[in-house]
């Protein structure tokens, strides 16, 4: 029962190349980075990333990118990542595009087994009617676009409307991190960094967990725990003092001129 490993490339020193992988976080907040970073000294290639975005140029999911080690995105936004952008545009990467709400569901339902599930949001755009570009040839026209989507009419307290239907994520390796975990695996997330996380955790065969706190089993309360440990295969500890980085830092204009001066 006691999942812990002693270092981040440990963790990922089986895990080849060519395989799916949901990656939890929402901009640069509560990022696996040192998983991420162990994955990249490994030189594992050829990915299929399912996350809310790429992280940034040179942080998160970013240096994967950089050094084209990810083939396919499945994301909510390109976020501020201008790798990101460049090589959607240029042809060089697939980017399947999904409104945020319906990729968190796809998550959620692939951890419970549910192959797919009705939705109204997208019902009317592209992303039901198909032909959203998902990778591009070098010369701009659309080398691979979205397929139609099938649509039906369900009744929902007394109101009829179109539903479109949307399939299931299921990974073969999530990497997320939380606040602090038991060496069980059952976890806790702190505030927003929970994000993500829970359900990339669900929709992977086998998932790896970055915590800044190690507990001993009994220590957490059932009702404390966000993610049971039998979602998690895999725990490593990096500390409370792993970096964190803001990705846009917005401050009120009275404090702006401290902010820069203390920076400087």
Same mark, same amino acid.
């Given at each position: 029962?006691?999942?812990?490993?002693?270092?981040?490339?440990?963790?990922?020193?089986?895990?080849?190349?060519?395989?799916?992988?949901?990656?939890?976080?929402?901009?640069?907040?509560?990022?696996?980075?040192?998983?991420?970073?162990?994955?990249?000294?490994?030189?594992?290639?050829?990915?299929?990333?399912?996350?809310?975005?790429?992280?940034?140029?040179?942080?998160?999911?970013?240096?994967?990118?950089?050094?084209?080690?990810?083939?396919?995105?499945?994301?909510?936004?390109?976020?501020?990542?201008?790798?990101? #952008? !460049?090589?959607?545009?240029?042809?060089?990467?697939?980017?399947?595009?999904?409104?945020?709400?319906?990729?968190?569901?796809?998550?959620?339902?692939?951890?419970?087994?549910?192959?797919?599930?009705?939705?109204?949001?997208?019902?009317?755009?592209?992303?039901?009617?198909?032909?959203?570009?998902?990778?591009?040839? #070098?010369?701009?026209?659309?080398?691979?676009? =979205?397929?139609?989507?099938?649509?039906?009419?369900?009744?929902?307290?007394?109101?009829? !409307?179109?539903?479109?239907?949307?399939?299931?994520?299921?990974?073969?390796?999530?990497?997320?991190?939380?606040?602090?975990?038991?060496?069980?695996?059952?976890?806790?997330?702190? =505030?927003?960094?929970?994000?993500?996380?829970?359900?990339?955790?669900?929709?992977?065969?086998?998932?790896?967990?970055?915590?800044?706190?190690?507990?001993?089993?009994?220590?957490?309360?059932?009702?404390?725990?966000?993610?049971?440990?039998?979602?998690?295969?895999?725990?490593?500890?990096?500390? =409370?003092?792993?970096?964190?980085?803001?990705? !846009?830092?917005?401050?009120?204009?009275?404090?702006?001129?401290?902010?820069?001066?203390?920076?400087?």
């Amino acid at each position: 029962m006691d999942k812990v490993v002693p270092s981040a490339a440990a963790a990922v020193a089986d895990i080849p190349s060519g395989i799916s992988m949901a990656v939890g976080g929402f901009g640069l907040c509560g990022i696996p980075r040192e998983l991420i970073h162990a994955l990249h000294q490994a030189e594992v290639s050829d990915l299929h990333v399912v996350s809310n975005n790429c992280g940034v140029d040179d942080w998160g999911l970013g240096p994967l990118l950089a050094d084209r080690r990810i083939t396919r995105m499945t994301s909510s936004y390109v976020g501020e990542n201008k790798e990101f #952008a !460049r090589q959607f545009l240029a042809g060089e990467l697939e980017v399947e595009l999904i409104p945020q709400g319906t990729l968190a569901e796809k998550l959620r339902a692939g951890g419970c087994g549910i192959p797919a599930f009705y939705t109204a949001s997208g019902v009317g755009t592209p992303v039901a009617d198909g032909g959203v570009p998902w990778k591009y040839h #070098a010369d701009g026209t659309v080398a691979t676009a =979205s397929p139609r989507k099938e649509t039906r009419g369900f009744t929902l307290g007394g109101r009829t !409307r179109e539903y479109l239907l949307e399939e299931s994520i299921m990974c073969d390796v999530g990497l997320v991190h939380a606040a602090a975990g038991d060496r069980h695996g059952n976890l806790v997330f702190h =505030s927003s960094a929970r994000n993500f996380n829970p359900l990339c955790a669900m929709a992977s065969r086998l998932t790896i967990a970055q915590v800044e706190e190690l507990l001993e089993p009994g220590e957490l309360s059932p009702d404390e725990v966000h993610l049971p440990g039998v979602f998690v295969q895999r725990l490593i500890v990096v500390g =409370s003092d792993t970096e964190k980085r803001i990705e !846009r830092l917005t401050v009120p204009q009275p404090y702006a001129a401290g902010v820069e001066g203390a920076a400087a």
